[in-house]
C-alpha cells in the first residue's frame, strides 16, 4: 500500500464481504422455498427472502467497487484520496441504510413500509430489483454524489490515468442511469422500458467499463506488463461494451408492448455483446503469459483470470443461447434466465471484486506484497470450490429452464405453470446443494485471511 487513504478502503471490503454471505444464505433459503413451499413462512415469505437476495447483491458490489475506487484511485493518481474522512462517514451512512433496509423487509409488511415511509409521494418502491424505499434510493444518491466527488477531486489532483478515467466513467454513468430508479409512470410499458435503463444499463453497460478498469489495474500489478499495451486492450474492449451493451438494451424490449424494430436491434447487438467478454479473457490470458515478474499473490492472478473465463461464459455464452427474439419469445423468464443471471454476475462482477480484495487486503494489512502461500492454497481451493459449484448451479437451472421450455411453452400440450415447477423439482434439489458448496466456498475463502505463516514476497 503507497498511500496511507487507500486503508478507507478495508471498510468497504469486509462490509461486502459480510453482505455476500447474507446473499448466499437468502439464496440458500429461496432454494428450499423452491422444493418446500412452506419453509420458514409467514417469518419470511418467498417474496422477502428474493428481495434481501437481489438487494443484497447489488448493495455489496456496490460496495465492493466503492472499496476498489478508494483503494485503486489513489495509487493511479498518485495522490492521498481527497477526503478520507468523507469515505470513512459516507460508508457508515451507507451500511446503516442497507441494513436498515433490510431489517425491514424481514420485519415490516411491504404495503406498510411503502406507507410509513412516504412512498406515495414520490412512489418508486414494488419493482423488481428498485425494492428499496424512496427515501433509502435518495439515501444511495446522496453516498454516490459524495462519492464521485472524492473520487473525482482526487484524480483532478493527481496522474490521470486510462485506468483512473475509464473506471470514473463507468462510476458517473452508474449514477446517471440509477436516477431512472426513480421514474416511475403508470403505463406500464413506459415503465418497464425505462426500468431497464437501470437494470440493463448497468450490469450490461456501464458496469463493464468498472470491471475493465479494475482487471487492468491488477493485472498490471501482478504481471509487470506495460502499461501502454494494457490500456490499448482495455480501451478496445469498453469501446465494444458500450456499443453492444447500449443497444443490446433491445433484447428486453422485445414482449412488453415497444415497436418490433427492437426485435431487430436487439437480437443483432446482442448477438455482439459476448464479443468484449471474449477479448477480455484474451486480454487477460496474454497479459500474464507475457508476464515479466512472477507476483508472490498467486490467489489474485487466478481470481483474475477466473473472472475474465466465467464472465466470458456467464454473460457471453449463457447470454447468447436466449438473446435472439425467436429464441427468446420461448425462453424468457424462465429458469434459463436465472442460469444466465447467476453465472453473469458471478463471473463478471463478484469475481472482479474479490480479485480486488485478494490483490489489495494483504497490502492494506500491512503485508509485503501478499499473503502466506499456505493462506493462498487455502484461497484457491475456495475459489475452485465456489466457481465449480456456481458452474453446476448454472447447468442445473439451464437444465430446468429447457425442461420448463418444453413442458410449458413449446409442446403441443402446454401444461400449467404449478404442474411443470413440480416435474423440475429435482433440478432444484440439485442446486440446492450446489449453493451449499458455494457457500462453503465462501466461508473457506474468509478463512483464508485468517491463516498465519511465511509471508510471501515479490521475487
Request: hydrophobic letters at 55%.
Amino acid at each position: 500500500m503507497k498511500y496511507q487513504s487507500q486503508s478507507v478502503a478495508k471498510l468497504y471490503f469486509i462490509a461486502a464481504i459480510a453482505l455476500f454471505v447474507a446473499q448466499i444464505l437468502f439464496g440458500l433459503i429461496m432454494g428450499l422455498q423452491y422444493v418446500i413451499g412452506d419453509f420458514l413462512f409467514p417469518h419470511i415469505p418467498f417474496n422477502v427472502a428474493r428481495m434481501v437476495h437481489t438487494n443484497a447483491l447489488i448493495v455489496w458490489l456496490l460496495m465492493g467497487f466503492m472499496g476498489a475506487a478508494y483503494y485503486l484511485v489513489p495509487e493511479e493518481a498518485e495522490t492521498e484520496l481527497h477526503s478520507p474522512k468523507l469515505a470513512v462517514a459516507l460508508f457508515w451512512i451507507f451500511l446503516a441504510a442497507a441494513g436498515a433496509t433490510v431489517a425491514a423487509y424481514l420485519l415490516v409488511n411491504y404495503a406498510t413500509l411503502a406507507h410509513i415511509t412516504g412512498n406515495e409521494l414520490l412512489p418508486t418502491m414494488g419493482r423488481e430489483f428498485l425494492e428499496q424505499p424512496t427515501i433509502t434510493k435518495i439515501g444511495i444518491v446522496v453516498v454516490v454524489l459524495g462519492f464521485l466527488f472524492n473520487i473525482g477531486m482526487t484524480i483532478l489532483k493527481g496522474r490521470k490515468t486510462s485506468i483512473n478515467l475509464v473506471l470514473m466513467l463507468g462510476l458517473v454513468g452508474l449514477a446517471v442511469f440509477f436516477l431512472f430508479a426513480f421514474y416511475n409512470p403508470d403505463n406500464l410499458v413506459l415503465d418497464k422500458y425505462y426500468w431497464w435503463f437501470v437494470v440493463h444499463l448497468w450490469v450490461e453497460g456501464v458496469w463493464e467499463l468498472i470491471l475493465g478498469a479494475i482487471l487492468a489495474f491488477v493485472l498490471i500489478k501482478v504481471t509487470g506488463v506495460d502499461r501502454e499495451v494494457i490500456e490499448k486492450w482495455l480501451y478496445l474492449i469498453i469501446a465494444m461494451a458500450l456499443i453492444s451493451g447500449i443497444l443490446g438494451t433491445g433484447h428486453h424490449f422485445y414482449w412488453i408492448g415497444t415497436p418490433a424494430y427492437w426485435q431487430t436491434i436487439g437480437s443483432i447487438f446482442s448477438a455482439l455483446e459476448p464479443i468484449p467478454f471474449f477479448m477480455m479473457t484474451l486480454f487477460a490470458f496474454n497479459m500474464v503469459n507475457q508476464r515479466r515478474r512472477e507476483h508472490p499473490n498467486k490467489a489474485a492472478t487466478l481470481w483474475a483470470l477466473g473472472t475474465s473465463v466465467m464472465a466470458f461464459l456467464g454473460a457471453g455464452v449463457w447470454g447468447f443461447l436466449h438473446t435472439l427474439a425467436p429464441v427468446n419469445y420461448f425462453t424468457h423468464g424462465t429458469q434459463i434466465t436465472a442460469a444466465h443471471g447467476h453465472m453473469a454476475f458471478y463471473g463478471a462482477y463478484v469475481m472482479i471484486v474479490i480479485t480486488m480484495i485478494s490483490y489489495a487486503m494483504p497490502l492494506i494489512r500491512g503485508r509485503a506484497a501478499a499473503n502466506s502461500m499456505k493462506s493462498q492454497v487455502v484461497e484457491m481451493w475456495s475459489f475452485w470450490l465456489m466457481t465449480v459449484s456456481m458452474i453446476f448451479i448454472t447447468l442445473f437451472l439451464t437444465g430446468a429452464g429447457i425442461l420448463q421450455v418444453w413442458l410449458q411453452r413449446y409442446s403441443d400440450a402446454p401444461q400449467a405453470f404449478m404442474v411443470v415447477q413440480e416435474k423440475i423439482a429435482l433440478f432444484y434439489w440439485m442446486r440446492e446443494f450446489a449453493g451449499l458448496v458455494f457457500l462453503i466456498g465462501l466461508v473457506i475463502y474468509i478463512v483464508s485471511f485468517f491463516i498465519e505463516g511465511e509471508e510471501a514476497t515479490v521475487s
